[in-house]
């Protein structure tokens, strides 16, 4: 239900845009957020965005460097990536919370839907 894309390999300091298509049923009344998992790492949150995209949170390790946002019309939510460090090396997930659920959590026991991820790949 949760397809992610934009994925690749970038050098350090280069840009990536990830995007994370719903199908099958509407996201846009979902919390929803990115999360990763590096080699040998456990999934870890990255980033998180209201119903509306009013309110966004983010890891510290990616604060100033990574967007979130989303196009409910479109049921999209997208994450621009800039900056990057070979440490940002991860399968890239999309996920949304349950439809009632409100706060932006950093939990991935929180939430219930996942994406399958894509890879993003930084070399030094």
């Known amino acids: 239900q949760l397809v992610e894309s934009g994925g690749g390999l970038v050098q350090a300091g280069g840009s990536l845009r990830l995007s994370c298509a719903a199908s099958?049923?509407?996201?846009?009344?979902?919390?929803m957020a990115w999360f990763r998992q590096g080699p040998g790492k456990e999934r870890e949150f990255v980033a998180g965005?209201?119903?509306?995209?009013?309110?966004?949170y983010y890891a510290d390790s990616v604060k100033g460097r990574f967007t979130i946002s989303r196009d409910n019309a479109k049921n999209t939510v997208s994450l621009q990536m800039n900056s990057l460090k070979p440490e940002d090396t991860a399968v890239y997930h999309c996920?949304?919370?349950?439809?009632?659920?409100?706060?932006?959590?950093?939990?991935?026991?929180?939430?219930?839907?996942w994406g399958q991820g894509t890879q993003v790949t930084v070399s030094s």
């Open positions: 996920a949304a919370r349950m439809l009632f659920r409100t706060v932006i959590a950093t939990q991935t026991s929180a939430y219930d839907y």
């Open positions: 099958g049923r509407t996201f846009s009344s979902n919390v």
């Open positions: 965005i209201s119903k509306s995209g009013g309110t966004t």
